[in-house]
């Protein structure tokens, strides 16, 4: 653990140190006034994330059974709590997820209901991301973009397909007897805790499966909702004086988050989503200065969110820690689990 933990926090300075270069190689003078002239994009961008985070959450809403279905605002607040930890804590992409996970146990919900919640919701919303990125690769071939962006964009999307399938296939019977297996080797004269753990969790996956207009529901939902980031696109570099369509905006934003999402194991994707987007905006004739500045304005959001989410996260945290104080004092003994 303590590890993994190093080697996260080496690739998040590693990324700081290429968001600087970057920064620095395209001239911190004239990135800062690109932002500058952004304007009150700024403000808009904030208020436009943070209605994207919270329809991200009425998404992962929408994947529950009716009858284990916790309380929408629940469930946004959560989601909040999600984007914030994988936004500004030096943790890879999906860290923030298992923190949701167990915001929702402290929240009542059964621990193994809100693993699985967050397993098929991370997948839902890893598939809906390759399908926009192929709408904004398909946009680009249609109009004559440049071939080398469309050959790397096909290639990370051909890559990501069979990664979801493995993934998928990871949460089904498959998944489950291979686990299984390999925890007959390693878990000892434990397996009976373990193997109830494991059951309980591939039978909450399973029934979120077997839910499938949730799932249906979810998935356009959550495809509706990464058209978000190109209004944020579209706004701020009009700000910034370059009169680009939302097609063009829808391209820059799909294939972003495609890089975004190749580079999951880099805390806030630093560095990477900068490099994506230099790259993306020179086909429009945007230079490196406003493309790094579109980055940085599109960060503050984190910020802004995140700050507040991740106090939110560990006041729940406090909160439970003081109850299990309380309930060990009362029993004078320790807290059965």
Not at 129 to 137: H, N
Not at 191 to 218: K, M, P, T
Not at 237 to 254: D, R, T, V
Not at 266 to 294: K, N, R, W
Request: net charge positive; proline share 4%; charged share 15%.
């Amino acid at each position: 653990m303590a590890t993994a933990r190093l080697a996260t926090l080496i690739v998040w300075s590693l990324g700081v140190a290429v968001l600087i270069g970057l920064t620095l190689w395209s001239g911190a003078g004239l990135v800062g006034q690109a932002i500058l002239d952004s304007g009150w994009a700024v403000a808009a961008v904030v208020l436009i994330r943070i209605s994207g985070v919270a329809g991200a959450g009425a998404g992962w809403w929408l994947l529950f059974p009716a009858d284990i279905r916790p309380r929408l605002p629940a469930l946004m607040g959560i989601r909040f709590i999600r984007e914030a930890t994988n936004a500004i804590l030096p943790l890879a992409q999906i860290g923030g997820d298992f923190i949701g996970a167990r915001c929702l146990a402290l929240r009542g919900t059964r621990g193994s209901v809100a693993a699985a919640s967050v397993m098929v919701d991370v997948l839902v919303q890893a598939a809906t991301m390759v399908a926009f990125a192929l709408i904004g690769l398909t946009l680009l071939l249609v109009n004559g973009g440049s071939e080398i962006v469309a050959w790397s964009a096909g290639i990370g999307i051909g890559i990501a397909i069979p990664a979801l399938a493995a993934f998928f296939v990871a949460q089904s019977e498959h998944g489950h007897r291979l686990i299984t297996k390999a925890l007959t080797a390693l878990a000892g004269g434990r397996e009976w805790r373990v193997f109830g753990a494991v059951d309980e969790l591939f039978a909450q996956l399973q029934r979120f499966y077997a839910n499938r207009i949730g799932l249906v529901r979810s998935f356009f939902w959550h495809l509706a909702d990464w058209f978000v980031g190109v209004v944020e696109v579209w706004i701020v570099l009009n700000f910034m004086g370059y009169a680009i369509s939302i097609e063009q905006a829808l391209i820059i934003e799909s294939l972003m988050q495609a890089v975004r999402g190749a580079a999951f194991a880099i805390p806030g994707a630093l560095g990477a989503q900068e490099g994506g987007l230099i790259v993306l905006c020179a086909m429009y004739g945007i230079p490196p200065d406003a493309a790094v500045a579109l980055s940085l304005v599109k960060r503050i959001p984190d910020f802004v969110i995140g700050i507040p989410g991740v106090l939110a996260w560990q006041a729940m945290e406090g909160r439970n820690f003081f109850r299990r104080s309380a309930a060990r004092s009362q029993t004078g003994g320790p807290e059965r689990p």
